[in-house]
Nanobody, 123 residues
């Protein structure tokens, strides 16, 4: 069992940066693949980024590639999402999720979810 808590969201101007954190409970967090997803009002949840258990593999949605960076510190049980050059279309609630099996971009295949953190980008 893993419990996830996101933090770091807020209001930022377009072109600015934010770093989201996903803090996990559980001694085996280093065994979990972690993904970031987001959901904007009136839209479906979409994949943002994912990282393998060891951090050696990462995947990004095309819409954030080159602007967002996912990383993890297993000693701190935390995964980060560094977001640069933010755009108004990045406004959404951001969720982190975890699963024990291989890395995937499909939200349906993640077993544990955080409560989300709001990111609002003003233009």
């Amino acid at each position: 069992q893993v419990q996830l808590v996101e933090s770091g969201g807020g209001l930022v101007q377009a072109g600015g940066s934010l770093t989201l954190s996903c803090a996990a409970s559980g001694r085996t967090f280093s065994s979990y693949v972690v993904g970031w997803f987001r959901q904007a009002p009136g839209k479906e949840r979409e994949f943002v980024a994912a990282i393998s258990w060891g951090g050696g593999r990462t995947y990004y949605a095309d819409s954030v590639k080159g602007r967002f960076t996912i990383s993890r510190d297993n000693a701190k049980n935390t995964v980060y999402l560094q977001m640069n050059s933010l755009k108004s279309e990045d406004t959404a609630v951001y969720y982190c999720a975890a699963r024990l099996s291989g890395i995937t971009t499909s939200g349906r295949e993640y077993d544990y979810w955080g409560q989300g953190t709001q990111v609002t980008v003003s233009s």
